[in-house]
């Protein structure tokens, strides 16, 4: 029951250390849920309000192809890509207001980065090659050092060749403790992830240009936290506050806790007022944290399940321990409110974006793209299907940027109506802010903030930022197929 453990054992004692990454091995030892990072000489935390922020955390992340179980035998071990021997690894757990100081490794024979989804950094620590940093290159190392200025459930991913690399598993979790705030029994991280598997264990095709061009190539192998069904062990009649991570490269999910109320507490790390966890779609890379009371009898078993599938799919299940805790009626209680600096609706400067199909589907030109090997590229395929605001990104090459979808000024409030004008889903995705999601055409939603929206077909939502961050931010849908042939552009805050 690794995150649980973390919230009161090593990692609930964070200070300044190093973690150590090194060796192959399965997707972890531990039988249940997700050790914490490995660490080293942990002294005892000081108290957080009554003393100087605690010390940087420092972390190595050593990205490399590695051997993992995740179909059982005959079937042999997958040749994933990780950044340690957990998938997803390492889980990074910060106390708010804790600096991150996290060394990058690149053990791969391409190029690769990191970037640090939902967190509103310096642009420099963003992650995205050749906008915000040059990539790492085979052999180099590359050190990420920034404060999340937010608490929530966060996660960080290659935005290399992101279609294969993530894929195959390049992603770890990021969490910033909340100061203050409900407490709970149990603090899990479930992050749900189909893997592309031959029946050997190998991988299959990742990337279709029939999925690419459509709602994505799908994995058939459904885990959590990399393995396949997992049975998680909570204490029985105890709060547990599940954090729910679409990590897949297309899936979408709804997901539900069959035998209990559960309660969705924060979307995309951002606290909202409860309310319960009965329809919210999401797509890649959104997250949601969850709160239910466990079974109060021993044995007791509550299920995750995906209902946005043809059947329902049973995930993981969680399942009641020891002498059930002696608690008042369960009631969820809402987390801090978060610090995200509001935008100025009155006087807000207005504007459109166009998420579509391309016309026709380009052809890549290698001879605008030089001879970088496409491995090592932005981009996996050579083709682009989608658009925004009538722009594909690799029409250019990779390496030639093109210019921005909108240059926006710095301080100014900004209403975007993003409108999905296909028939398929997207998740998408901006970096550096954090949205706050006004309203949609075709459904109520409660105004909340997210760094990852999903757009239904032909949907549209109109969404605010207070482009308070000077630089240059990706915005993309998070489909990663479609990312990558085509949907995907850069805002500028200058
Ligand atoms: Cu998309």
Redesign the pocket.
Known sequence: MGPTAARTGATARLTRRSLLLAGCGGLGAAALGLPPARVTAAPPLPVQSAGPPPEPLEVELVARRRSARILPEPAGPTPVVTYGDDFPGPVIRLKKGQRLRAMLVNELDAHTSIHWHGIRLPNAEDGVPFLTQAPVKPGERHLYDFTPPDSGSFFFHTHCNTVEMLGRGLAGILIVEEEGGPAFDADLVCAVKDWQLNKDGSFGTIITDRGAGRA?TFGNTATVNGRIGPVFDVPANGDVRARLYNIDNTRILDLRVEGADAWIIAVDGNPLPPRPLDGWLM?PAMRLDVVFRAPKTAGGTVRLVNVYAPEPRPLASFRAVGEPLRKPAFEPAPLPAAAIPEPELDGAAAMRVD?SATAVAQVFDPAISGDLPLADSLCLSDKTF?AVNQRSWPEDGHQRLPPPIATLERGRSYVFELANL?P?????HIHGHTFLVLDSDKRELPRHHADTVL?EPRERMRVAIRADNPGDWMFH???I???ETG?MGYLRVA
């Open positions: 994505g797509g998420f989608w296909t398929h889903l997207h998740p998408i757009l849908c998070h489909i197929e479609h990312q949907m």
